[in-house]
């Protein structure tokens, strides 16, 4: 099975920018679409971004338009979220995951359609 670990969380002051990475194992990581959900203090999993297999599409959430960025490099088996411009609600325990199946054709943003999930990486923003 797909071995998903993330990196890269911290804290961070409002304003500013970071970047997770998602580190798969499995050769056939390339075949999944990946994204990434967050879980904040008190609340329930959301999503936040995805992209599909090809690394040709991608989608998020209307809290994170503008500021997120998903991104993949398959040779490496790794996938990026690039956050700018980070506010105090985006503190959350960030996860990645990757579709329960292969060659999806279009994202999906339920958390039942991801099969595979990281143990998260924590993102902490400070006002």
């Known amino acids: 099975q797909v071995q998903l670990v993330e990196s890269g969380g911290g804290l961070v002051l409002a304003g500013g920018s970071l970047k997770l990475s998602c580190a798969a194992s499995?050769?056939?990581?390339?075949?999944?679409?990946v994204a990434w959900f967050r879980q904040g203090p008190g609340k329930e999993r959301e999503f936040v971004a995805a992209?599909?297999?090809?690394?040709?599409?991608?989608y998020y959430a209307d809290s994170v338009k503008g500021r997120f960025t998903i991104s993949r490099d398959n040779a490496k088996n790794t996938v990026f979220l690039q956050m700018n411009s980070l506010k105090p609600e985006d503190t959350a325990v960030y996860y990645c995951?990757?579709?329960?199946?292969?060659?999806?054709?279009?994202?999906?943003?339920?958390?039942?359609?991801?099969?595979?999930w990281g143990q998260g990486t924590r993102v902490t923003v400070s006002s």
């Open positions: 992209i599909n297999w090809r690394g040709d599409s991608t």
């Open positions: 995951a990757a579709d329960a199946i292969t060659y999806r054709n279009e994202i999906t943003t339920a958390t039942n359609r991801y099969g595979y």
């Open positions: 499995g050769r056939t990581f390339s075949n999944y679409a």
